[in-house]
């Protein structure tokens, strides 16, 4: 059975930096493509980052260029990100998913993954 739970959310002032971890069981990590959503209040959920060890691809959504590195260790089947230089615009649940079937054209789309975390909050204050 695959699990993921994600933690590392929180409040923070625009400008900070948090690190979102994911850890994963039930899956043979190394040939997953795991990625990072996120929603914010009274919007659709988004896409974040992606990152694909088997065709070594990654993908960040364009609002977070620049400031958040998506990586993996595979030791600790656990997916990180990296936020910084936070902005309000950042507020939201972040949620991890998973698939062992999404090809790097689907990497962004919310219909490639199987397997979803619960989310963790990520509020940061203007």
């Known amino acids: 059975q695959v699990q993921l739970v994600e933690s590392g959310g929180g409040l923070v002032q625009a400008g900070d930096s948090l690190r979102l971890s994911c850890a994963a069981s039930?899956?043979?990590?190394?040939?997953?493509?795991m990625a990072w959503f996120r929603q914010a209040p009274g919007k659709e959920r988004e896409f974040v980052a992606s990152?694909?060890?088997?065709?070594?691809?990654?993908f960040y959504a364009e609002a977070v260029k620049g400031r958040f590195t998506i990586s993996k260790d595979n030791a600790k089947n656990t997916v990180f990100l990296q936020m910084n230089m936070l902005k309000f615009e950042d507020t939201a649940v972040y949620y991890c998913?998973?698939?062992?079937?999404?090809?790097?054209?689907?990497?962004?789309?919310?219909?490639?993954?199987?397997?979803w975390g619960q989310g963790t909050q990520v509020t940061v204050s203007s």
């Open positions: 039930g899956v043979s990590f190394t040939r997953y493509t």
């Open positions: 990152i694909s060890q088997r065709s070594g691809s990654i």
């Open positions: 998913a998973a698939s062992s079937t999404v090809i790097v054209s689907q990497m962004r789309s919310q219909s490639g993954y199987a397997y």
